[in-house]
Structures are given as C-alpha cells and as structure tokens.
C-alpha cells in the first residue's frame, strides 16, 4: 500500500531529476508532463490504481535518470529563450 507521503515524494524526485536537463526543451517538457499527470490524477482513490500509478512513476524516474545522464554528456548551445549565468 501506498501512502501519500511516498507518492509527495516521488513527485519531488521527478521534478528533481526533470530540472537536471541541460536541454531547455527537455527539462521545460517534463517539468509540464510531471505536473499534468499528478492533477489528472491526484483524485485516484482505488488503490490498485494508486499502487499502479506509483509504480509506472517509479519506472519514469529510472527512465529521467538514465535520460538526465546522457543529456549531461552531450551538451548543445543555449537557447535564445534560457538565462546566461554571467560572470561576476
């Protein structure tokens, strides 16, 4: 059974790993997708729906991981719409 608390926190480790995109477009994305699927579901009460919901989270934070880890080693340009860390 799952409780509310480790779905809270798998929400936050998604997010987490999803703002380690390099990728402005790859980050923003699943920063977006994150957030829809958790409204769409968040009025789950079954709870074989509730576990099964965890669970497909849990294999899309594995997934972000392995994606999060490639992305680091191929880095592109920044993008027009993406803040410059200047110097100071």
């Known amino acids: ?5 480790q779905i809270l926190q798998l929400y936050k480790q998604l997010l987490e790993k999803a703002y380690k995109f390099d990728n402005y477009n790859f980050r923003e994305y699943s ?3 994150i957030v829809e699927t958790f409204k769409a579901n968040k009025s789950l009460t079954n709870e ?5 919901f965890y669970n497909e989270g849990i294999n899309q934070l594995a997934l972000l991981h392995r994606q999060t880890t ?10 027009v719409v993406e803040p410059l860390k ?3």
């Open 1 to 5: 059974m799952v409780n509310s608390k």
């Open 31 to 33: 920063k977006r997708k």
């Open 48 to 52: 074989n729906e509730i576990n099964q």
């Open 70 to 79: 490639i992305s680091q080693l191929y880095t592109f340009d920044k993008l």
């Open 86 to 88: 200047r110097h100071q």
